[in-house]
Each structure stands twice: as structure tokens, then as C-alpha cells.
């Protein structure tokens, strides 16, 4: 036993020694033999053949000897590898490409993978997260309020939520601004007003103090606040005395009653509906406090409800439970049929949302470049292994065993594979890097992207899936080559048999035909994108500062206070130089959704089929319009003189006049809000603005000036100024104008036009730069495989071409001929590609914008694209074959 | 060569080798010519089956090799007995006289 073990130690610590020792034995032996056959009177040669013939195969010997000396499977494993990387050491070119072609392969698909598990797998951070669910009231099918969700009103909310059995936890919130005053600048805060059951329902207890208890949520005590991590960090110095400290709110004595963990922001508007105005960072909560009265004639519905669901419930419990109530509501309130449905969604599908498809989009992209990568591999594998057909017969000729000369190519494929597979994961990494920099900041957790071991796991997965799947076909392939007519024939010829052939074209057609549809697609969404940009949005971008204005509603609670401050803000800035106009407004272009109300419209019949009218509602001052560049297409603007006590007057949108009085001047006519007993005469018509998203259409929108009436409050209001020269210059001498008139006023969200803009294409730029980068490696990756098959038949046929020349055939014939097998492939290719695309690209119509999917120009363009790219990769090996030398050529067999 | 030949039995090959070594030391090629001497050549062994069957005795313990000089003036491997191939030479020449003469036995009375 011992020294069966210090034999094998021996054997495997000094392997190479090992092996010359018994080859100096085997070869002493053959040597003695051939003496002896020599001195009975042989010639040397004879002698030395007799020899071998008794000795046996040399290589199985060897073998057989190492198997005997028990270390076999350390050493031959450790022996392949050592063969194999002289092998692909050897072929340097084919190695690169083979390993460039899986790194980018398996480079690609570990960065979309990353950050779909971030996004998409990777649970949200709620203990039992899959049972919190968002129900949102939906509008009926037949309206057209241009969202899908819509708000909750205050006594359907505290209605339902008091006879629910479904849900364990029932909270409502809406984001709210605060300014934060007291020592130093005023600084205003996004936050979010909750009721009790939010922070239960979310499940995540506070790191310091505690959440609202349900006494707190009612008006009159509703002056205590949680806080967030950040603000904790920021504004009281991590002071774990925190609880109990007040701070200053919006003008009032807030009492700090927790403060939620770092990983805590929600709500936040990313993923969330457009329809509901969400903050973008979440940094304090207060208590919403409902009040219990009934029912208030023209009251907003502006909640958003999230509800965790009791361990014995499920989704289509709560939406039966939903369907319930608004059955019994519409018996109710038969005026407001349509109104009262609701629709369950689990956070964790809303806060993927959006995203869900342009991530799928990317994964079918990736899916394809890799589906290339993979059919590129195992072609130059295969084209490799035929012409290595003659190492192979020898080899096997030599003694060795069909299965030593598999496990010889899989051990090739898997070293290749790994080597890929590790160059693969640099490749991520630098691309989830390029990710994080440049994606979208409105894709929720895309900051949480990272190379995770699950995604190393898959990289891995997937190179050594790869690495096997391409491995074994020519193996298999190898072990079943006949060996004497592959001697006889120089092993060249075997590479040209039809069925191999067959194959290789095959999936080069394939390659091509997927490598057409990605560009095809990436094609249409460049288009989409240089639509966006040209899209009207109703507003001239250039040379335009926004930002935010939040009064302290104690020191400006009354409607006069308000309007005279923000007259004399707006003087003031009117005379800064360099401005051309400034005024205020509740929005700015593409900066969200306005409210939505109901109209009175006189004249127009109370037709019970008709849906009532309604329109975005946005309060503005005179000089907004031309600040944001939103030309008046019919009648005026709104004036100074426009106060008070002059007639009541309305400024509406193109949309608007279209919808409510079709084939008639809108100007001139009147219209109503419920919440007012008078009407309002049109004095303008003017472009439709987009609020959040280039893509939209633009719903009915009506202006109201913000000296009559105003409703509802305007404590925070969006100021647009226009300026002569580069906006963000005058910062400053706006925030100083600012502060002459009162310098506790905060201003947030300072942006100009263009930046708000940008955000706003930022996700369809994205997804173009994405989806385009993989069709550009797809083109590459297909003609790359395209020219190693025709320069590889060049290579083979050099003979065939030799002979063809000799005997006359002109030289540009032969180009022809070599150029026309590429040509027969791409041509294939191509119409496959065509019809694959017509099948498969309107899945991608949700992401187009002013093109078809079926566009004939961009089809037609990057059929020709392809072509042109593959009749070059063809062109020099063609050029290559017009050059043989007949003589060499005929020589070199 | 000529006349018939016999495979060797499954399992014989050690035994003659280590019968082989009993004289004296000796390397791979001697080995072979040895074996094929005293059998008169009527057993075939594949001169190249030897080396397997040597490396595995090697590793077993029954005998151990060193290089020497042959006859001829040569570098040779030289293979020879150990104390525990000798007690195994001696269990495996009886366990094979038993056998034989078994199986004669059976063949002349059956």
C-alpha cells in the first residue's frame, strides 16, 4: 500500500522524468530487437519495421503503462491540456477569433443578464414583497384620460379600506414638497404625506423611533414626521438622540417621530404611473391624516394606495374584493359609472413596469448576438477539425483510442471556452460599468447593477455549455472518419465532403439571416429615435431655465399674498438682463402630468352617451407661454390686465378647441369648472404641449391666469424663464433676484429645457445605442464567418483553382466563382432575414415612434448594408484566389 | 518462429515474469526473449504487453527497477525480484499447480 503511494506520488510529482524514463525503456527494447532481427541477417530498415510490428502500437503501450502506473486521469487530463494549448497556440489567428467571439458573446449576455436580475429577478428589498400589491383605480375603457391608473378619492379610499377583508394593511400617500427652514438656507424636500397603514403595509420598521401610530393619522395631530436615512445623514449628523427634535416645515413645528433605513425611499416616481406626481427622492414623511367627513363637492381624488395582503389572501381575492365595491358604489352614485374600478398590480411588477420590455428587448438582441457567436464558433471548429482530419487519422493510426481522440477535441473546446468565458466576464464587467454610466436615471434599481456570482455563474454556464455543445460535433464527427481513405487522400479533400459542407452553409445562412434581423431592428429604432428628437413637443427647448418655487404656507397661506409675490418675483426677473420673458406655471413642459378636471361646457349636449368633458388643468401666468416657447396659434396670451376683477378668461389647447367644439372658432366661447359658478371665455388657442413623453398624444388642456381664483393652492409652482444667452449663466443672477424679493424662499429643480428634454429620450436613446451596438457585433460576427468560410474553401480548393488557371480559365472568372459561393450564402441569408423580421420585428412596434415596423426603406437599406459589408468580407479571399500560382498550387499536394 | 501458438491465459503474464526474474535481475527486452525461450516458443506475448504488466508489478511492490548497463554496453532499465514478489511467485506457482492439475484431472475423467 505505501508504496503503491509513494509510486503514484513519485509518478505524479515528476511526471516528466516518469515519462522520458519509459520511453527510454520502450525505445532500448525496440532497439535490441532490431539488433537481433539485424544479426540473423536483415537489412536495418527491415529489421527496425519486424521490430515495431512485434512490439505492438507504441502509443497505446504508452498508455497502457501510464494506466498501469495508476495516475491516468490527473496525467492525461493535465497531457491534453498541454496539447491543446500547443495547439491553439499554434493558430494563433483562430484563436483570437474564436476567443474574441465568445468573449462578446458570452461578454453581452452577462451584462443584459445583470441587469435584468437586478431589475427584474432580484427580489425588492420588503420582507414577503410578493404579497404587497398597488390597487389603482383605472379609467373607463371608453375615456380617454390618456393614463392607465388614475387616483383614488379620499372617501372611496377610507371606505374601502374599512370593510376590506383582503388586505392586512391598507395605507394611502401623495408626494408632497416641503421647505425646510430654520438656521441656514431654506432648503426644500420631497416627501410623501402617508396614512397609518403605509408604512405596515410596506412591512420595514424604522432604524430609530417609530412609524405613525393610527391616532396620529387624523387632522389636528398630524404635525410629527419620519425621516429619511439620507436626511438624518445630512441635516442632523447621524444624531442618534434624533427622535423628539423638531424641525421646521413649511412654516410649521414638525416633531421628529423615526427615521426609516438608508435602503427605504419609496414612494419615488421611477416606475411609478406618470399620472401621479411622486417625488424623486423621497426624504421625509408625514402623517396624511384624512378627515372623516363626507363627502365635498368637486374635492381632488389624489391618493395612491398600497396594500399588503393577509397570508391567507391572494391578488384575485383583493380584485374581486375591488370588482365588489365598485359595483356597489355605482348603485350608489349611478353618475359616476365607469369611475369606481380598480385594477390590483404587485409592486414588484410595477416597479419593473416599463422597463420589463425594453429588457426583454434587449434579451431577444442579446439571445441573438449569441445564437451567432455560438453557430460562428462551432463553424470554424468544424472547419478546423476537417482540416485537422489527418492529424486525427494518424493519431489514430498510432494506437490511439477513438475516445482518447474526443476527449482530446472536447478538452480543445473547453479550454477555449473558459478562455472565452474569462475574457467574457472583463467584458462585462466594463459593460455593466457603461451601463451604470450611461443608462437612464428613470430605470428603477439600475444603480444595484453588479457582476454578481449568480451572473458569473451563468457566464460560466453558458461558455461551458457552448464550449461542449460546439466541442462534441466535430469530435463526434472525427471519431467516425474512416481512416484509410482520409490517409490515402491527404486528408484535404475529406474537408470538401457535401455533408460537411452542407452544414457549414447552413449555419452561415442562419448567421446572416439573424445578424439581418437585428440590424433590421436596430435600423428602426435609430428612426424612432430621430423621430423623437424632431417631434413637436409644443415648446422650443432652447435657451430656457426652469426651476421650483415652494411658498411657506404660513407665511403666504391666502390667495392675495400669493399672487402679489409671485407678480413682484416675476417683475423682477423680467428686468434682469438678458432675459426675454419669465413666467410661472403649475408644469413645465415634459415635466409631468397636470391635474385633471371635469368641464361645463354651455351649449354642448348632455348627451347621456357622451362621456363628460373634461381637460388637464394648469394654472399660468402671462409670459409663460413665450418663456417655454409655446406658440399662441389663435387669439392672445394672457395679460397683466387679466385680474381679479376683469372678466374670468381662458387660454386652450389646439387638442381642446378640436375636441369640445369641432368645426367652430373655440375663441369667444365659454366654458366652466365644477368648482366655480362662472364661466370663462377662450381668449387664446395654443400648440399641445407634451407632458411625459414625446410619444404622446396630447389630450384637451385648458390655461387658467393665476390672478383669478386660483384653485387649488399654489404653494409650489414651476418659474420658466427665457434667456438671450446660455441659460445655466443666469443661475445666479436669477437666485439673487429671488432672493431680493424674499430670501426665505427655496428654489429646487433648477434645469433648463433641454436637460428636461433629454431625460425624457434618454430611455429610447439607450435602448437605440444598445440594441444598435449588438447589431453592429451581429454584422461583425457574420462576416467574420463569412470570410473564414470562403477563404478556408480559397485554402482548400488552391489546387482545383491551380488547374482551373492552367487550363485557361480567366482570372476573373475564378473571382467570380469564389465570390459567388459568399454571394449564394448572404442571398439566402437575406431572404430569410426578410421574413424572419416581418415576422418577428412587431414585437418592437411598441417601441417604435413615426415608423412602421415593416418600414420597405429601412428593409431595403440594411439588406443592402449586409450585402455590401458580406461582398467585402468575401472580396479578399477572392482576390486572394485570383493570385494562386498554378504551379505552386499543383506542387503543394 | 513458425509451429503453433498459444495466447497466453488471462492473469499468466505476471507469473511468468516474476518466474523470469527468480533467476536473476534482468531488463524489458531479456525479459521478453527469456520467456519466449523456455516456452519453447510456443507462447505469443506480445513483446509490447510486457511493459504494462512490468509498470503494474512495479507499482504492486513485487519487484523494483534501477538503471544499469547491459550486456551490450547499453543503458537498461533492470528489473528484479523483491521479498514480496518472491512470496507471491511461490503463492501463484502453487495456486497454478493446483489449478492444473484440477482441470487435468477433470479432462481425463470426464
Redesign the interface.
Known amino acids: 500500500m505505501l508504496?503503491?503511494l509513494l509510486?503514484?506520488a513519485r509518478a505524479l510529482l515528476n511526471r516528466g522524468a516518469v515519462d522520458e524514463?519509459?520511453d527510454?525503456?520502450?525505445r532500448?527494447?525496440l532497439?535490441?530487437?532490431t539488433?537481433?532481427h539485424q544479426q540473423a541477417g536483415l537489412t536495418r530498415d527491415e529489421a527496425r519495421r519486424r521490430a515495431h510490428l512485434?512490439?505492438?502500437?507504441?502509443q497505446?503501450?504508452r498508455e497502457?503503462?501510464r494506466?498501469?502506473?495508476?495516475i491516468s486521469v490527473v496525467d492525461t487530463v493535465a497531457h491534453d491540456l498541454r496539447y491543446a494549448a500547443r495547439v491553439l497556440r499554434k493558430d494563433p489567428s483562430f484563436t483570437a477569433i474564436a476567443v474574441l467571439t465568445l468573449a462578446l458573446g458570452i461578454g453581452a449576455s452577462t451584462t443584459v443578464f445583470s441587469v435584468v436580475n437586478a431589475i427584474l429577478l432580484r427580489p425588492l428589498p420588503y420582507p414577503n414583497v410578493e404579497r404587497i400589491v398597488l390597487p389603482w383605480r383605472v379609467p373607463p375603457p371608453s375615456s380617454d384620460v390618456g393614463f392607465d391608473e388614475i387616483p383614488w378619492g379620499r372617501v372611496d379610499f377610507l371606505t374601502f379600506a374599512g370593510e376590506s377583508q383582503a388586505f392586512e394593511h391598507l395605507g394611502a400617500f401623495l408626494g408632497a414638497a416641503f421647505n425646510l427652514t430654520g438656521a441656514g438656507e431654506p432648503v426644500r424636500f420631497d416627501g410623501a404625506r402617508v396614512s397609518a397603514g403605509f408604512f405596515p403595509a410596506l412591512g420595514i420598521a424604522p432604524q430609530l423611533g417609530r412609524v405613525f401610530r393610527a391616532d396620529e393619522d387624523q387632522p389636528g395631530h398630524e404635525l410629527e414626521t419620519v425621516i429619511s436615512d439620507r436626511l438624518w445623514r445630512d441635516r442632523f449628523g447621524s444624531d442618534p438622540a434624533v427622535v423628539g427634535r423638531t424641525i421646521n416645515l413649511n412654516g410649521a413645528v414638525y416633531t421628529i417621530v423615526g427615521v426609516m433605513p438608508a435602503a427605504f425611499t419609496f414612494p419615488q416616481s421611477v416606475g411609478m404611473p406618470g399620472s401621479f406626481v411622486l417625488p424623486k427622492h423621497t426624504a421625509l414623511w408625514v402623517p396624511l391624516a384624512l378627515s372623516r367627513g363626507p363627502r365635498v363637492r368637486g374635492e381632488p381624488s389624489e391618493l395612491a394606495v398600497i396594500g399588503r395582503l393577509t397570508p391567507a389572501s391572494n391578488a384575485d381575492r383583493a380584485q374581486a374584493e375591488l370588482d365588489a365595491f365598485a359595483r356597489r358604489m355605482e348603485r350608489e352614485f349611478p353618475q359616476g359609472k365607469g369611475w369606481f374600478n380598480a385594477r390590483v398590480r404587485s409592486l414588484t411588477r410595477q416597479l419593473a413596469g416599463d422597463t420589463r420590455r425594453p429588457l426583454l428587448l434587449l434579451f431577444g438582441a442579446v439571445a441573438v448576438v449569441l445564437l451567432i457567436a455560438c453557430s460562428n464558433i462551432a463553424n470554424l471548429l468544424l472547419t478546423r477539425s476537417i482540416a485537422r482530419t489527418r492529424e486525427f487519422t494518424v493519431r489514430a493510426a498510432l494506437g490511439a483510442a477513438p475516445g482518447r481522440l474526443i476527449r482530446q477535441l472536447i478538452t480543445e473546446s473547453v479550454l477555449l471556452a473558459v478562455m472565452g468565458g474569462l475574457a467574457g466576464v472583463a467584458v462585462a464587467w466594463s459593460g455593466v460599468e457603461f451601463v451604470k454610466a450611461f443608462g437612464p436615471s428613470n430605470i428603477p434599481r439600475l444603480t444595484e447593477v453588479r457582476i454578481d456570482p449568480s451572473v458569473l455563474l451563468f457566464a460560466m454556464a453558458v461558455s461551458l455549455v457552448t464550449g461542449v455543445l460546439f466541442g462534441l460535433a466535430p469530435a463526434w464527427s472525427a471519431a467516425r472518419e474512416q481512416l484509410i481513405p482520409s490517409l490515402n487522400d491527404g486528408g484535404h479533400r475529406a474537408g470538401q465532403s457535401a455533408r460537411g459542407t452542407r452544414l457549414r452553409n447552413t449555419l452561415l445562412v442562419a448567421e446572416v439571416a439573424l445578424a439581418l434581423v437585428l440590424i433590421i431592428a436596430s435600423g428602426l429604432l435609430v428612426r424612432t429615435f430621430t423621430h423623437l428628437l424632431a417631434a413637436d413637443g409644443g415648446f422650443n427647448p432652447d435657451r430656457a431655465l426652469t426651476f421650483e418655487l415652494t411658498l411657506p404656507s404660513s407665511s403666504y397661506g391666502d390667495g392675495d399674498r400669493t399672487v402679489n409675490l409671485y407678480r413682484t418675483v416675476l417683475q423682477q426677473l423680467q428686468v434682469l438682463p438678458g432675459v426675454v420673458s419669465a413666467g410661472i406655471g403649475e408644469t413645465v413642459p415634459m415635466g409631468g402630468a397636470g391635474e385633471s378636471t371635469g368641464l361645463r361646457i354651455p351649449g354642448r349636449p348632455a348627451n347621456g352617451d357622451l362621456a363628460p368633458p373634461y381637460a388637464n388643468y394648469t394654472i399660468l401666468s402671462p409670459g409663460y407661454l413665450a418663456a417655454v416657447g409655446t406658440p399662441v396659434l389663435q387669439g392672445r396670451d394672457f395679460l397683466a390686465t387679466d385680474t381679479a376683477d376683469s372678466m374670468p378668461v381662458a387660454i386652450v389647447n389646439a387638442a381642446m378647441a378640436r375636441k369640445y367644439w369641432p368645426g367652430q372658432d373655440a375663441i369667444g366661447k365659454q366654458v366652466g369648472l365644477p368648482i366655480r359658478s362662472f364661466n370663462m371665455t377662450v381668449v387664446g388657442i395654443v400648440a399641445n404641449v407634451k407632458h411625459l413623453s414625446l410619444r404622446e398624444e396630447p389630450g384637451p388642456e385648458i390655461y387658467v391666469p393665476f390672478t383669478q381664483k386660483p384653485w387649488p393652492s399654489m404653494l409650489t409652482m414651476h418659474v420658466a424663464v427665457r434667456t438671450q444667452a446660455d441659460p445655466a449663466s443666469m443661475t445666479g443672477a436669477i437666485r439673487a433676484a429671488i432672493r431680493a424679493v424674499d430670501p426665505g424662499l427655496p428654489i429646487a429643480s433648477v434645469a433648463t429645457l433641454e436637460t428636461i428634454v433629454d431625460e425624457a429620450v434618454a430611455q429610447p436613446r439607450f435602448s437605440m445605442l444598445l440594441v444598435g451596438g449588438f447589431g453592429a457585433l451581429a454584422l461583425l460576427l457574420a462576416c467574420v464567418g463569412l470570410y473564414g468560410a470562403v477563404a478556408y474553401s480559397v485554402t482548400s480548393r488552391s489546387q482545383e483553382i491551380g488547374i482551373r488557371l492552367a487550363l485557361g480559365a480567366p482570372r476573373r472568372r475564378v473571382f467570380a466563382l469564389v465570390l459567388g459561393q459568399g454571394v449564394r450564402i448572404t442571398g439566402i441569408g437575406i431572404a430569410i432575414g426578410l421574413v424572419l423580421a416581418l415576422l418577428l420585428l412587431k414585437a418592437i412596434s411598441g417601441f417604435l415612434y413615426g415608423v412602421e415596423a415593416t418600414d420597405p426603406a429601412t428593409f431595403v437599406a440594411l439588406s443592402l448594408l449586409l450585402l455590401g459589408v458580406a461582398l467585402l468580407a468575401c472580396y479578399v479571399p477572392a482576390r486572394r484566389a485570383t493570385r494562386v500560382d498554378p504551379l505552386t498550387a499543383m506542387r503543394a499536394e | 518462429m513458425g509451429g503453433d501458438k498459444m495466447a497466453l491465459p488471462q492473469g499468466t503474464l505476471d507469473l511468468l515474469i516474476l518466474r523470469t526474474l527468480a533467476l536473476e535481475p534482468q531488463?524489458?527486452?531479456?525479459i521478453?526473449?527469456r520467456v519466449q525461450q523456455l516456452s519453447s516458443d510456443v507462447l505469443q506475448i506480445?513483446?509490447?504487453?510486457l511493459?504494462?504488466?512490468l509498470?503494474?508489478l512495479?507499482?504492486?511492490?513485487s519487484i523494483k527497477a534501477k538503471w544499469g548497463t547491459?550486456d551490450?554496453n547499453?543503458?537498461?532499465?533492470y528489473y528484479e525480484l523483491t521479498a514480496r514478489g518472491r512470496k507471491r511467485l511461490q503463492a501463484g506457482q502453487s495456486a497454478w499447480s493446483k489449478m492444473t492439475a484440477a482441470v487435468a484431472s477433470v479432462l481425463q475423467h470426464a
Open positions: 508504496t503503491d509510486f503514484r524514463d519509459l527510454e525503456e520502450l532500448a527494447h532497439e535490441a530487437q539488433r537481433k512485434e512490439f505492438g502500437g507504441l497505446q503501450i497502457d503503462c494506466d498501469a502506473r495508476g | 531488463h524489458g527486452w531479456a521478453s526473449e506480445p513483446q509490447g504487453s511493459y504494462p504488466a509498470h503494474r512495479e507499482r504492486g511492490g547491459s551490450s547499453r543503458r537498461a532499465k
